[in-house]
Structure formats: C-alpha cells, structure tokens
C-alpha cells in the first residue's frame, strides 16, 4: 500500500510489543526496521511489508 505520494505506508499499528528477539509483535519489524523507516528507501520498505505480510493491512502514513 502507498500514500499519495506512491511512498509505502508503514505497517504500524502504533501498538508496539517487542519480542525477547526484538520483532513488533504487531507489524512484524525488527527494531532497526521500525526506527529506519522514515529514511529506509521505498523500495526496502515494500520487501519490509512483503516480508511482514501487512501488504493491504497498513493505513499509517509513512513521513
């Protein structure tokens, strides 16, 4: 899914809840995904959201 701007919506469900590993037990990001993506290019963004299987899911605009 993208914004307007064709950028990727990130996955977040602004309800955060690590794992002893570090993953967001909600969207699925490791913790260097989730404090990369304001900067992360869209194109590793989409194998992020591919990878976390939230494509069609995601509804917070990326910045």
């Not at 990001?29 to 304001?38: M, N, T």
């Not at 591919?50 to 990326?62: A, D, L, M, P, Y």
């Amino acid at each position: 899914m993208t914004d307007n701007q064709n950028s990727p919506v990130s996955p977040c469900s602004q309800n955060c809840k690590l794992s002893d590993k570090q993953i967001c037990l909600e969207c699925g990001r490791s913790i260097d995904e989730i404090s990369a993506w304001a900067t992360m290019p869209d194109t590793q963004k989409m194998k992020v959201i591919e990878r976390c299987g939230n494509v069609g899911k995601s509804t917070i605009v990326s910045t």
